[in-house]
């Protein structure tokens, strides 16, 4: 089964540390996209980074980093200086052929002033 | 990043009537797009795969002749919850995929209350 595992329900982090959140994933595909998604209260989604499967290299967005280990088959995103805006759920996906695009739980991330 | 719209972003709909959703990808075509529910403090659920110019692919326990799914071109996929029961309140999101980059992006969203 195709699956994401988010095993953080809720995160909090003090106003301009650093915070990691955990994602895990299982497919038995060799060639897919990893994304991590944040949704805000207005319950927009956007996409914060996206990470090819084929690349080595982690991914990285400004203050927002991912460690990116394929034969694990993990992909945490790192939040650095956390701001007050950044409090959202997040979601972990990936997508396979451009048809299968499967989400985790999500984690719900508090900053603290 | 590209740009995805959904409308409208709230309606309010009497119980036993239709309404339809749209979902435009403004500058990119989507040759497949989803459809998510989304209930409170819950993750998204995957309700139906769109592609353009064929049948969608509907998810288990997702009934078809209830959640009408249409795309009948490469910047269009819409939604129309037939014969609506308050219990099929909820929000409604589209994403589509930007082939050419592999990147899903999102629609704002839509919230139904059905009365």
């Known amino acids: 089964a195709q699956t994401v595992t988010q095993s953080q329900p809720e995160m909090s982090v003090q106003e301009a540390e650093t915070v990691t959140l955990s994602c895990t994933y299982d497919t038995s595909e060799s060639d897919y996209y990893l994304f991590w998604y944040k949704q805000p209260p207005s319950r927009q989604m956007i996409l914060v980074i996206r990470?090819?499967?084929?690349?080595?290299q982690n991914a990285t967005e400004n203050r927002f980093s991912v460690n990116f280990q394929k034969a694990a088959k993990s992909f945490s995103l790192k939040i650095s200086d956390s701001q007050l805006g950044d409090a959202a759920m997040y979601f972990c996906a990936y997508l396979i052929n451009g048809q299968n695009f499967v989400f985790g739980p999500g984690t719900r991330l508090s900053v603290l002033p | 990043g590209a740009v995805v719209s959904q409308h409208p972003s709230w309606v309010i709909c009497k119980s036993g009537t239709s309404v339809k959703i749209e979902c435009r990808s403004l500058?990119?075509?989507?040759?497949?797009m989803f459809w998510y529910r989304q209930f409170p403090k819950q993750s998204l659920m995957l309700m139906a795969t769109?592609?353009?110019?064929?049948?969608?692919?509907?998810e288990q326990g997702v009934e078809k002749d209830k959640f009408l799914i249409n795309h009948a071109s490469l910047t269009l996929s819409t939604l129309t919850v037939t014969s609506a029961h308050p219990e099929d309140s909820s929000f409604y999101i589209c994403s589509a995929d930007t082939q050419a980059r592999n990147t899903i992006y999102f629609g704002e969203g839509s919230w139904l209350t059905v009365v």
């Open positions: 500058d990119f075509q989507a040759t497949t």
């Open positions: 990470q090819e499967a084929y690349k080595q």
């Open positions: 769109s592609n353009e110019g064929s049948k969608a692919t509907y």
